[in-house]
C-alpha cells in the first residue's frame, strides 16, 4: 500500500501498529493493531474519538489479550499455564529485524479507509478514515475489541463525524 496520500499523523498511527503488532508478537499487523497504533500515537481525530468514548490504549491491549487468552481456552490452552511454565523463556515479542506484513484484515481497512476519504472529498487519509475503514469490517477483532469495551461502531461513527463537524465549523 502506497502511503503517499496519509497525513503525519494517519502515517504515524500505522507505523505505531507495527509496533504493537511486533510487542505482541504478531506474525503480521492486523486491524487490532492498526486500533493499537491510533490509540498509541495519540494524535488526530481517531484517537480523539475514541478517548471521547473512554477507550484508552491500555483498556484495548487488555481487551486484545483477554481475547487471545479466551480463543485459547477454547481450545484447552491456558495462556497462564504457558506463561507460568514458560517462566523468564517467554517472550512473544518479535525481533526487529523481521519484517511484518499486512494482514489480509488490515490491508482490506485501508482500503475501506482510502474508499472513505474519497467519498468525503478528502485529499488526505486521516486518522479519522482508518478509523472508519476499521469501523466498516464488522467481523474484524478491533470491532470486537471495541465492543468488549462496550463502544458500538455506530456510536463511534456519530462521535467521529461530530468531530469532522466541529473541525470543519
Do not use: C, W, Y
Amino acid at each position: 500500500m502506497i502511503f503517499s496520500r496519509f497525513t503525519d499523523r494517519s502515517r504515524r498511527s500505522v507505523e505505531a501498529a507495527f509496533e504493537e503488532a511486533r510487542m505482541l508478537g504478531h506474525d503480521s499487523v492486523g486491524d487490532e493493531d492498526l486500533l493499537l497504533g491510533i490509540l498509541r500515537a495519540d494524535e488526530g481525530m481517531a484517537a480523539e474519538a475514541l478517548s471521547s468514548m473512554g477507550v484508552t490504549l491500555e483498556d484495548a491491549r487488555e481487551e486484545s489479550e483477554e481475547m487471545l487468552s479466551d480463543a485459547l481456552s477454547s481450545i484447552g490452552i491456558s495462556l497462564e499455564e504457558v506463561r507460568r511454565e514458560a517462566g523468564d523463556a517467554f517472550e512473544m515479542r518479535i525481533p526487529e529485524g523481521r519484517r511484518l506484513p499486512l494482514s489480509p484484515r488490515a490491508k482490506k481497512v485501508l482500503v475501506e479507509a482510502r474508499k472513505e476519504m474519497r467519498r468525503l472529498g478528502d485529499d488526505h487519509l486521516g486518522t479519522e478514515h482508518v478509523l472508519l475503514g476499521i469501523l466498516h469490517n464488522e467481523e474484524g477483532t478491533a470491532v470486537r475489541m471495541l465492543a468488549g469495551m462496550d463502544v458500538s461502531p455506530e456510536t463511534l461513527e456519530d462521535q467521529l463525524f461530530e468531530l469532522r463537524g466541529r473541525e470543519a465549523g
